[in-house]
């Protein structure tokens, strides 16, 4: 009788991408700090926030809460993609802005600018109706 014949799997080796130029998102706001590290097409590669690193209610608000946030996604895409240099966007009011900015001195990531994208209303919202009286 033959022997059946056993195949076996060879796994891909996967490819580790280097991107050394990208983009750095900071959405701040009064309750949180989200951090979203991206290539330049704008693909996320790393992404933390100051609730996903521990913080609770009025503390994820806070600037430390966004060193805290911006220390993990940084070392995150250092480590595994090689970033060197970012373009910030910081969007919102929030104490994280500066702080999450400071951050990426400690991990050699140089900053080739900043840019404020936080929305600005054009007309605002609709004004409440008259009183009655």
Known sequence: MAEPVVVTKTAKKKVRRSVPAG?????A???NTLIAFTDNKGNVLSR?????????????????AAQVASEK?????K???GMTKVD?????????????????????????SIKDVTGIPHGG???PKA???
């Open 73 to 77: 996604a940084a070392e995150s895409v």
């Open 79 to 81: 480590s595994q993609y």
């Open 125 to 127: 919202t609709r004004p």
């Open 131 to 133: 009183r009655k009286g």
């Open 48 to 64: 933390s926030s100051a609730g996903s690193c521990g913080f609770k209610g009025s503390k994820k608000g806070t600037a430390y």
């Open 29 to 31: 706001t009064f309750n």
């Open 88 to 112: 910030v966007f910081v969007k919102g009011v929030g104490l994280g802005r500066d702080a999450a900015v400071r951050t990426l001195q400690n991990y050699n990531i140089s900053v080739e």
């Open 23 to 27: 983009q750095l998102h900071i959405l």
